[in-house]
């Protein structure tokens, strides 16, 4: 139950971090499984302030799942804490305020979903916002990393996409029917070699899948609310992000996903 574990953990030179009060949704996702025995979150970013700090001018975040920090990409400004979000803890992101890894291990290779809690208004036409962008490296044509993105095509359609490195073309495009700018939302991306890459939003109630995109990841850094060099910045109110070590959108795992998501629903006051 690693997110519970914090009393004795600290980003370096933060000092006291506080406590966090002890939470059944926390204890119940950090308590999920994969297959083999790991647990199912492989990255925790809460909002949390006992979970970030500012050392030398710089925006630290801990990640809740182990012993990871992210940091201020560049000169990316800083999340504001605010409770924007059902009264509860929430980062506020008025400039480009991206996050990249600093010491973390990557993504799982085979198989990851990519889920956030957020509030964003709509963005001009063909502007694009990188929930989770690339923490590192090039962005070459045969780059394959997790991304999750909201966007407006050219025309002003809503849209959640993941995409590849230097491609036009996303790897899934999903229109949901349930809005994502201008209200709270999960969004998520899910890929596994088996099913493929899918997309969703809240609670599997509006997904789509593409099954013919299988390929592994070749970059597995990952930078939060932007990219690696903070740019297609993503403005809004957040709640709390995930990685996962699996593709939740298997049957095997429909029980991890709807404790996850269920929580989140109820927590942030998503119907």
């Known amino acids: 139950m690693r997110y519970v574990e914090f009393l004795d953990i600290a980003v370096p030179g933060a000092g006291a971090l506080g406590t966090i009060k002890f939470d059944p949704f926390l204890a119940a996702a950090a308590s999920l499984k994969t297959a083999s025995g790991q647990p199912l979150i492989s990255h925790w970013f809460d909002p949390s302030p006992a979970l970030s700090t500012v050392i030398e001018g710089q925006f630290r975040l801990r990640d809740a799942a182990h012993d990871g920090v992210l940091i201020q990409s560049g000169n990316a400004g800083r999340p504001a804490h605010t409770n924007a979000l059902n009264s509860q803890p929430t980062f506020t992101v008025a400039d480009p305020a991206s996050l990249q890894i600093l010491s973390s291990p990557g993504i799982n290779a085979n198989a990851w979903s990519l889920i956030s809690v957020q509030r964003m208004s709509l963005p001009a036409a063909n502007t694009r916002q990188d929930i989770f962008g690339i923490g590192a490296g090039s962005l070459g044509e045969n780059v394959v990393f997790a991304g999750m993105s909201a966007e407006t095509t050219t ?66 850094t990952f930078a939060l609310w932007g990219n690696r060099n903070a740019q297609s910045p993503a403005l809004g109110n957040f709640g709390m992000s995930f990685i996962l070590r699996e593709d939740i959108s298997k049957p095997e795992y429909k029980g991890a996903a709807d404790i996850l998501l269920g929580g989140l629903m109820a927590k942030y006051g998503i119907v």
Do not use: H, M, W
């Open 155 to 220: 025309s002003g359609t809503p849209r959640l996409i993941s995409r590849q490195g230097g491609v036009t073309t996303p790897r899934i495009s999903f229109d949901s029917t349930v809005p994502i700018f201008g209200a709270t939302v999960i969004t998520g991306v899910c890929f596994s070699v088996e099913l493929g890459i899918s997309a969703f939003v809240n609670n599997f109630a509006s997904y789509a899948r593409n099954e013919s995109d299988k390929r592994q990841l070749t970059a597995t």
